[in-house]
């Protein structure tokens, strides 16, 4: 079953098109992430599909609901963290968390227990008393993420959630996240950390000037895009390698302790063995190899780049 | 508890700080005490309708005017706040409506207005209960205007926090607007007597209104000019508020 399903999802400002007919189905009870440059049309699409912002054209359905005809049916059952910090500046974290609940029509027997659940999973208990004025960017970016899990929902959208976050904290959210999302809740992530997306999602959708460009999981992604593997020779120091080697196919050789050889095409064993041949026939000993996986950073560093050519954007 | 409610409770908890309250009360406490019996030895009474009032009876009602406008500043600065703080988003993406959002402002500012008269009326007593006459419509009267009043400078706060963008803008504006409100009305010294063209002004400013009729109430002089202040007042209010719930429900995100 699908809880968000977008059809020919359009946005315009004037001349502008942020967001140019999208299609998106989200399963329920999945980690989607949203990847896209900046400005790519991410915070659009979040506010469509939160009724934040009317649609220009195309229709969404968000948990079965009508999201045209029926906007506040749809925020009653979803959660959202915006890009852009919230906060109340003179409450204390305690307090915003509280008022969050009560905001949320949440009883107040379970706004105490959730505000004590929620300070303890976020790490907050130090910082309880304190004003969010008076606290850092980052431990207000955690109240603001904290604060939506005051109240219940089906679907949350975390629209760069871990912006500001120290590592540990991050992991923590990430963490968090994860455990939701056993408990049967759906989650739709952007982020511009590559890793989180990897860590995290189940699907990932990449957007570039406003159209989806790739949709699969991270690994059919892997792939589909991944084809330039990456293999590193380490060798000691050696005059006239570039001679040595000419001819062989792709490479790049770099210098600092010892020599590394880098090959990074879609035929990198090719290439593998015809350097491993040309060592060993000039007898220069291989001190180390290794393969270096695709990461959904290069996946995503090609899909954009392909994107951009296409449309004929300098890059 | 009805969306509404809600909203109302939040607004008030993040308004309602002891610095509000304190700065509410101070205020009028310097006006009323200082300034009132600093000028009695120039102003001995001033005329109001068939009597003669004290100056500090005449500054103390007109500081419940002064209170009421001042409070619902709280208005304009929850919604700058929320637009700064980027609550005014985040409360749009939860279970509530732009509608609903505007009229939880509306009732703030109305409990804040009402507390507030309600405080000067207890602080300035003292000072006006010889000249008081209570009557069937000195209640009604206070509390009309205390409403009003509310959703009438409320509604020009409001206005001026969806106009601007900056910090700056916002506090110079506020502050010369509700400067000119204060000092050329009849709060602080009568009509009669000040130059034509300062008694005409007088006369352009709400505040003016919203104080005789709180005078009205409290001194038991209620007649058709009055009536026809009311009139003014409630069609001033109903056309800002108008404007700023317009402004406010196209306020871009």
């Known amino acids: 079953m699908y809880c968000i399903e977008a059809k020919s999802l359009s946005k315009s400002y004037g001349n502008v098109t942020a967001v140019d007919s999208i299609d998106l189905s989200v399963e329920s009870g999945k980690i989607f992430g949203f990847l896209g440059p900046n400005g790519a049309g991410k915070t659009t699409t979040i506010k469509l599909l939160t009724t934040l912002i009317p649609t220009s054209s195309g229709t969404i359905n968000i948990l079965g609901i009508d999201a045209s005809r029926d906007p506040l049916g749809v925020r009653k059952k979803i959660g959202v963290v915006l890009q852009q910090p919230s906060y109340e500046p003179n409450l204390t974290v305690e307090k915003s968390l509280e008022k969050y609940g009560m905001m949320w029509d949440v009883d107040q027997k379970t706004r105490r227990k959730r505000v004590e659940e929620l300070l303890s999973a976020f790490d907050l208990k130090d910082i309880r008393k304190k004003k969010n004025d008076d606290i850092s960017i980052g431990q207000r970016r955690r109240v603001q993420v904290a604060r939506e899990f005051m109240h219940d929902m089906d679907l949350l959208f975390l629209d760069e959630p871990t912006v500001g976050l120290d590592p540990s904290?991050?992991?923590?959210l990430l963490d968090y996240i994860k455990g939701k999302v056993r408990d049967g809740l759906t989650i739709f992530f952007t982020t511009h950390i590559l890793e989180e997306a990897e860590y995290l999602c189940d699907e990932i959708a990449i957007i570039n000037h406003g159209k989806i460009i790739a949709i699969d999981t991270p690994e059919e992604l892997k792939n589909k895009f991944g084809r330039e593997k990456t293999i590193k020779i380490h060798i000691g120091n050696v005059e006239n390698l570039s001679s040595i080697l000419q001819g062989v196919g792709s490479y790049e050789i770099s210098r600092d302790e010892g020599t590394v050889i880098t090959i990074h095409s879609a035929d990198s064993e090719q290439v593998l063995v015809k350097i491993l041949q040309v060592l060993n026939s000039n007898n220069i000993p291989v001190d180390d190899l290794s393969v270096v996986p695709t990461s959904l950073e290069e996946?995503?560093?090609?899909v954009v780049k392909n994107s951009d050519t296409n449309s004929g954007v300098k890059t | 508890m009805h969306p509404i409610f809600r909203l109302v409770n939040r607004n008030l908890t993040i308004s309602l700080n002891m610095g509000f309250v304190i700065w509410q009360v101070i205020f009028p406490v310097i006006y009323i005490f200082v300034a009132g019996f600093a000028y009695t030895a120039l102003?001995?009474?001033?005329?109001?309708?068939?009597?003669?009032l004290d100056y500090p009876a005449f500054i103390a009602s007109g500081m419940i005017g002064f209170n009421i406008m001042n409070s619902t500043l709280i208005s304009g600065i929850i919604i700058w706040n929320d637009r700064r703080h980027g609550m005014f988003e985040q409360i749009l993406v939860g279970p509530f409506t732009r509608a609903q959002y505007i009229l939880s402002n509306v009732y703030t500012i109305g409990i804040i207005g009402l507390f507030s008269a309600g405080l000067i009326t207890a602080i300035g007593y003292p000072l006006f209960f010889k000249s008081v006459e209570f009557n069937l419509l000195t209640v009604p009267l206070v509390v009309f205007a205390s409403i009003t009043g509310a959703i009438l400078f409320g509604s020009i706060a409001s206005i001026i926090s969806t106009r601007l963008k900056s910090s700056e803008g916002f506090n110079v504006i506020i502050n010369t607007v509700f400067l000119f409100f204060a000092f050329v009305s009849t709060a602080f010294y009568p009509a009669q007597g000040a130059p034509p063209i300062l008694g005409t002004a007088f006369y352009l400013n709400p505040l003016t209104y919203l104080v005789d009729v709180v005078r009205a109430g409290i001194f038991g002089n209620?007649?058709?000019?009055?009536?026809?202040?009311?009139?003014?007042?409630?069609?001033a209010a109903a056309v800002l508020f108008g404007i700023a719930t317009k402004l406010l429900s196209k306020l871009e995100i």
């Open chain 1, 169 to 172: 904290a991050r992991r923590g």
């Open chain 1, 299 to 302: 996946i995503f560093l090609t």
């Open chain 2, 43 to 52: 102003i001995h009474n001033v005329p109001f309708g068939q009597k003669n």
């Open chain 2, 222 to 235: 209620f007649t058709g000019t009055v009536g026809y202040e009311m009139i003014v007042l409630v069609v």
